[in-house]
């Protein structure tokens, strides 16, 4: 197989995925066959890309042209290989996570959450591998609009608004910011190419520190604040489509964006020399010290997750913002770190809901005998957002920490030091009830132990993928060397 035909079939593979699941519809044990099978042929074209890129190979396809100077075209470079291969190896989990929650808990229309989950994957695949600006920005936009019906799944009032908030937030940022900056892009640089280096050194420093802003704020996946409030209100959806917008997808495109935007439009030594991107490291700093500590008040469980995952996403921008090939490496690890963490803990929260209906952080107390497997697994997520070996957040937060120090950057070493010390005070207590303290009388009137097999399966896997990235981290560690030029 040719590499281009393979980068095709990375989009082609999910695509026809969806349209065999909606053919399947009424067929439950069919359409679950086609959605693990997809994802797992997903995987074996991305992994088979993977070992040319880490060859030096930059595969790519021919361009389709829209009109002058607009093309479609696909190319794979190093960050995009990271970011296909973390979401196309965690659909596979997650289809089998969701194959146990949907079933579990009856939930309607399993056909549609199917199929928009497979159109959401071949968006997924899109992002990674566009070549420029005007792809990326197609397939970005085929994200939110596939995502939008998971999220409003339940189809109640609370689902609705939040679908609302969902929507206008993403699309108005978008096409408001991030298209104006593309077409401005392409006006000036003549060219929305992604290449090594950069493509605006010609322009003024004002010029790029307009089009820095637009893109970080246009980005809405990032969930920079204060453009972050749809992320909290999209957790009134099923647990697998949390999921999704956490770890496999939606806010990994927003920052994936983000640092490729960084990398390959403005280039590292332009924004260096422009000296216009300082404040971008204050954004991100305050965004992830602000959503730690709002974390730390939430009581139920998935919205504490949720305001984790604004802070731990703003890691990333910041360490794209410290502008040195040791923070870019740091900042293309964290988003692989945060996937794996932070999916094993909503998988978590989804078979404590499964299991025992329980939502809320002070129910929780005593569960880790009930639920060991989950609790467990929990605690490996729980270790990884902080920071603690043997996890993998710990490598990421090392090369971050490493890059502030080396590049003199006191204010972004002096967040992720408090924010550490706020993601354990909200974590860890919640692992310290789970296992050590006892349930309340009456707490656990119904007798329950872990959350069905595909559940406790998936979890089980996304935690001991937490730790492999930890010991052999030498994949991950690779390709983002080749992302910064960073030699062993």
């Not at 993601?423 to 207590?429: D, S």
Request: charge should be positive; include cysteine; charged fraction near 10%.
């Amino acid at each position: 197989m040719s590499a281009e035909v393979a980068t095709l079939l990375a989009l082609a593979v999910p695509a026809a995925t969806a349209l065999l699941i909606a053919m399947s519809d009424g067929r439950p044990n069919q359409r679950e066959t086609v959605t693990l099978t997809g994802a797992a042929s997903l995987f074996a074209v991305v992994a088979g890309l993977a070992g040319q890129v880490l060859g030096g190979a930059r595969p790519s396809t021919g361009a389709w042209a829209v009109m002058p100077g607009l093309e479609l075209r696909l190319a794979v470079e190093p960050l995009g290989m990271l970011f296909a291969l973390v979401a196309s190896s965690l659909w596979i989990v997650n289809s089998l996570y969701s194959i146990g929650y949907m079933r579990a808990n009856r939930e309607p229309r399993q056909t549609s959450f199917y199929v928009c989950f497979a159109v959401a994957l071949a968006a997924t695949m899109g992002i990674a591998f566009a070549a420029n600006l005007f792809t990326l920005f197609l397939f970005y936009e085929m994200l939110t609009l596939s995502t939008y019906p998971l999220v409003v799944h339940k189809q109640d009032g609370e689902a609705v608004r939040a679908g609302r908030t969902y929507l206008g937030i993403l699309l108005s940022s978008s096409i408001v910011l991030l298209l104006t900056a593309i077409i401005w892009i392409q006006l000036r640089a003549g060219t929305g190419e992604f290449r090594p280096g950069g493509i605006v050194a010609a322009m003024s420093p004002g010029e790029i520190g307009v089009l820095l802003a637009m893109f970080a704020f246009g980005i809405g996946k990032a969930a920079i604040m204060p453009v972050h409030r749809w992320l909290p209100a999209a957790m009134v959806a099923p647990t697998p489509v949390s999921a999704l917008l956490h770890a496999v997808a939606v806010v990994k495109a927003g920052v994936f964006c983000v640092v490729k935007v960084v990398v390959y439009v403005f280039g590292l030594e332009t924004l260096t020399g422009a000296g216009t991107g300082g404040w971008l490291v204050y954004v991100a700093g305050a965004t992830v010290l602000i959503a730690s500590t709002i974390a730390l008040y939430q009581g139920n469980l998935k919205r504490r997750l949720a305001y984790s995952t604004v802070s731990q996403l703003s890691y990333v921008v910041l360490a794209a913002a410290v502008l040195t090939p040791l923070s870019i490496v740091g900042a293309a690890l964290h988003i692989a770190a945060h996937a794996f963490g932070k999916i094993t803990l909503f998988f978590a929260a989804g078979a404590i809901y499964t299991a025992a209906h329980k939502t809320e952080v002070s129910e929780l107390d005593g569960i880790g005998r009930r639920m060991p497997w989950t609790m467990g697994a929990f605690a490996v997520g729980a270790l990884s957002m902080v920071g603690v070996p043997p996890t993998v957040g710990f490598v990421s937060k090392w090369f971050i920490a490493g890059a502030a120090l080396q590049a003199g950057q006191y204010f972004a070493l002096t967040v992720i030091v408090l924010s550490t010390l706020l993601n354990a005070g909200y974590f860890l207590p919640i692992v310290y009830a789970a296992f050590f303290k006892r349930a309340h009388a009456g707490e656990h009137a119904h007798e329950h132990g872990e959350a069905p097999w595909p559940i406790v399966v998936a979890l089980t896997a996304t935690a001991a993928g937490t730790v492999l990235l930890f010991l052999l981290p030498g994949l991950p560690l690779e390709l983002a060397r080749q992302l910064a030029g960073v030699k062993p």
